[in-house]
């Protein structure tokens, strides 16, 4: 008998075979063999701090109190009706002194970038700004305060531009959950404004430049390559970067671009001269090597080429410019800006630019009007002339 105690003492919870999520456990009561009657749920409404519903257990009672199986068993799917129909259904007191587990900030950013499929673009953009400074903090305590002071100390090394894109980021991080998820909480980043910018690239290009760069990197020809597609498509850094030959169609002159801010592709047309020089530079390459490789066929990184080519248009460009003039230094961006550039002076529809750059907005393309042979210089100076002649 005092063998069968012991094992009673030392007898873990029993799953039970014919109900789902019960349990007993054999106990001594007043030295008399007895049983204890459990049962689990998942709490949707009490998540952990994975986002996930924590795991429940509640005591029914004992049997030499009534209870069995078929008992547990009811008020498991009691509990959980109750659960599913919204109300409380907190059986278990949890204990005052009880340290409350918290819902931290990357559980809702990581389920942000889940559910909506975020590019890579964006979710680095949240690892290298924003997670070391709000990922391990309680979703529910984070103050308007805290995100102001962390974009007004952003503002003083980063561009305006760049610190709303960190905004927009934490903003659209606590609406998922406040919509999706149904967390009881206003977002704290409601009401805080927008910096305003005036740093819109000015600088381009002239084909003169154009041409003393392209001959400067001729023998480079990784970092020529970059340029020459940058400035016959129009596309991002990273994305000539990410080009592979199976992305050419030679025999048409297009290549298909990856946006890595909308995760889409789009296409872009080649020039004559580029069409050539890529039929022989790519004749020995496999369908999936790179376009721009550096080191041995290793696929480039916006380092390696920054690198190389800043030393080259800060001589050549940039010589008697601040460091911080944004609007006027050559930077590899402005290889961008110079094809939508040259597209409006010569004349090319503001639509069609806008589908060659890959636009979402028309707003984004309108500031190359200007350039537009119509801008209507012609038309103010023809003004008035029938009448006052």
Not at 117 to 128: A, S
Not at 222 to 236: D, F, M, N, Q, Y
Not at 291 to 308: D, H, M, Y
Request: with cysteine; glycine share 4%; proline share 2%.
């Amino acid at each position: 008998m005092s063998k069968k105690l012991n094992s009673i003492k030392k007898n873990p919870k029993i799953k039970s075979k014919k109900f789902t999520g019960v349990y007993y456990q054999n106990i001594l009561t007043n030295g008399r063999i007895d049983k204890n009657f459990f049962f689990t749920f998942k709490d949707k409404n009490d998540l952990n701090q994975n986002g996930q519903p924590k795991l429940k257990w509640v005591k029914v009672g004992k049997e030499s109190n009534g209870i069995n199986l078929e008992i547990t068993n009811r008020e498991r799917n009691s509990q959980i009706s109750k659960m599913n129909s919204g109300k409380d259904i907190t059986l278990v007191a949890n204990k005052k002194n009880k340290k409350k587990e918290l819902l931290k900030f990357q559980i809702l950013a990581e389920r942000y970038f889940l559910d909506k499929q975020i590019t890579k673009y964006r979710v680095n953009r949240y690892n290298n700004h924003i997670k070391g400074i709000f990922g391990h903090l309680d979703a529910l305590t984070i103050t308007k305060k805290q995100i102001k002071d962390f974009l007004n100390n952003y503002a003083v090394v980063n561009e305006p531009a760049t610190v709303n894109a960190i905004r927009e980021i934490i903003t659209a991080i606590f609406n998922h959950s406040i919509k999706e998820y149904d967390l009881v909480i206003s977002n704290p980043c409601t009401g805080i404004p927008r910096l305003k910018t005036d740093n819109e690239r000015e600088r381009y290009l002239s084909s003169e430049e154009i041409k003393l760069l392209l001959d400067i990197l001729m023998d480079n020809k990784p970092i020529w390559l970059t340029v020459k597609l940058s400035l016959s498509t129009g596309a991002r850094i990273m994305s000539i970067i990410d080009l592979q030959k199976k992305d050419l169609n030679l025999n048409v002159g297009t290549v298909t671009i990856k946006n890595f801010k909308t995760g889409s592709t789009y296409k872009g047309f080649l020039q004559t001269d580029l069409i050539e020089f890529l039929k022989e530079y790519t004749s020995k390459m496999k369908m999936n090597d790179y376009l721009v490789s550096i080191n041995c066929g290793e696929k480039a990184t916006f380092k390696n080429i920054q690198w190389r080519i800043k030393p080259i248009l800060d001589k050549l460009f940039n010589t008697e410019l601040d460091a911080n003039d944004r609007k006027n230094r050559v930077v590899i961006h402005t290889f961008r800006h110079t094809f939508a550039s040259h597209l409006a002076i010569n004349g090319t529809p503001i639509f069609t630019i806008q589908k060659l750059m890959d636009h979402s907005k028309i707003e984004q393309t309108l500031r190359y009007a200007k350039l537009a042979p119509d801008s209507g210089k012609d038309d103010v100076e023809k003004l008035y002339l029938r009448k006052y002649s």
